[in-house]
């Protein structure tokens, strides 16, 4: 009897890659001449990354530079959760706070299941776990369709697929 074969659909972001692609955004805010006097800068704020300038089009722009960056390193923009994208005012100053979204939420979990069993091989069978969606089968070419099934998808989220058995 041939075992089952698997593998787990998870969002996961590699922080020191984002870590590292804020760093270079500071550096090119801090040197590009558009942003000189405007106060703009871009930091770590707990969990989340605070951007800041004198105008919600300077934030914009500062966002920008940043999702560039992020870009760049190989890092999904749908791992960006910036809530409305509308900068606060805030005394003098404009204000937009951004956060890393990490691990399935149990809605878009379910969303990926319901779109595996409605259009992917009757042979797949998928497993909420979690954070993470645990898809099984004997044959691995269901499991290849199914992946390129979810690479197709129009989720809201940066999807991996890891641990292929």
Same mark, same amino acid.
């Given at each position: 009897?041939?075992?089952?074969?698997?593998?787990?659909?998870?969002?996961?972001?590699?922080?020191?890659?984002?870590?590292?692609?804020?760093?270079?955004?500071?550096?090119?805010?801090?040197?590009?001449?558009?942003? #000189?006097?405007?106060?703009?800068?871009?930091?770590?704020?707990? =969990?989340?990354? +605070?951007?800041?300038?004198?105008?919600? =089009?300077?934030?914009?722009?500062?966002?920008?530079?940043?999702?560039?960056?992020?870009?760049?390193?190989?890092?999904? +923009?749908?791992?960006?959760?910036?809530?409305?994208? !509308?900068?606060?005012?805030?005394?003098?100053?404009?204000?937009?706070?951004?956060?890393? #979204? =990490?691990?399935?939420?149990? =809605?878009?979990? #379910?969303? +990926?299941?319901?779109?595996?069993?409605? !259009?992917?091989?009757?042979?797949?069978?998928?497993?909420?776990?979690?954070?993470?969606?645990?898809?099984?089968?004997?044959?691995?070419?269901?499991?290849?369709?199914?992946?390129?099934?979810? #690479?197709?998808?129009?989720?809201?989220?940066?999807?991996?697929?890891?641990?292929?058995?």
């Amino acid at each position: 009897m041939a075992s089952d074969s698997s593998f787990d659909v998870v969002s996961k972001v590699d922080r020191q890659e984002v870590d590292n692609a804020l760093n270079q955004a500071s550096k090119e805010i801090a040197q590009r001449y558009d942003f #000189k006097g405007v106060g703009a800068s871009i930091t770590w704020s707990g =969990e989340s990354v +605070l951007m800041v300038a004198n105008s919600s =089009e300077r934030v914009l722009a500062v966002l920008d530079v940043f999702q560039s960056k992020l870009i760049k390193r190989g890092i999904s +923009l749908k791992a960006l959760d910036t809530g409305d994208g !509308e900068p606060k005012p805030s005394g003098k100053e404009y204000r937009l706070a951004a956060s890393i #979204k =990490e691990g399935l939420s149990t =809605e878009i979990a #379910k969303q +990926l299941a319901k779109i595996i069993r409605d !259009e992917g091989p009757k042979t797949v069978k998928t497993q909420i776990q979690g954070d993470e969606l645990r898809v099984t089968s004997k044959s691995r070419d269901d499991l290849q369709a199914a992946i390129a099934l979810l #690479k197709g998808a129009d989720v809201d989220a940066a999807l991996q697929f890891v641990n292929y058995r």
